[in-house]
């Protein structure tokens, strides 16, 4: 009798997973970030995410930011937003990729030319920081943080040019006393 009932145990666990497919190994509980989600309208996504990038909470607006683009991908706020979270992670990669997405889709937003001439300027491509902020500057010539950022820039370059030149003009005074002026100049930045 013992051997039946297991029997028909077991043929009722196999039709029930074949009716409702195989029971979940542990429930998940949402996370803070989605809990929250589901409390927000689709319009106060932006304003969250920035509140906890300035709280200095950059994984959880990130994680806020992929479910609230999910829910509106065309949100091109979010997607800035989003790509500021990673590149405070050390994602810069990843920021910059969304970057260039985001300025593909949107060319006229000059804040995504700024931040990935950051970004560009931070790997050493100080010519394609140069473009890249003189384009967010033909979008918005009173950008004023792109032009600050353009004079780091070329303040970089400078430097770089300098230090090439130091090697050959070694008797080169003027040279010398430029390139400590911009080092300092640097350094207190």
Do not use: W
């Not at 937003?81 to 990729?97: Q, V």
């Not at 010539?141 to 370059?157: C, H, I």
């Amino acid at each position: 009798m013992r051997s039946t009932s297991f029997i028909a145990g077991a043929a009722a666990a196999v039709l029930c997973c074949a009716l409702f497919g195989p029971a979940p190994a542990a429930y998940a509980a949402p996370t803070e970030m989605q809990t929250l989600a589901s409390t927000l309208h689709d319009s106060q996504f932006s304003e969250r995410v920035e509140r906890l990038l300035k709280q200095n909470r950059p994984a959880q607006a990130v994680e806020l930011a992929d479910i609230g683009i999910a829910r509106n991908p065309r949100n091109a706020q979010l997607q800035f937003m989003r790509s500021i979270g990673l590149e405070r992670l050390g994602r810069t990669e990843e920021a910059a990729k969304g970057l260039r997405s985001l300025i593909a889709a949107y060319p006229e937003i000059p804040e995504p030319y700024n931040n990935l001439a950051v970004i560009e300027a931070g790997f050493g491509n100080l010519e394609e920081a140069v473009r890249l902020l003189n384009q967010a500057l033909a979008i918005n010539p009173e950008f004023a943080t792109a032009r600050k950022n353009l004079g780091d820039v070329f303040l970089a370059l400078s430097i770089e040019s300098y230090e090439q030149a130091a090697p050959v003009l070694t008797g080169n005074d003027a040279l010398q006393t430029r390139l400590k002026t911009l080092k300092r100049l640097v350094e207190k930045r």
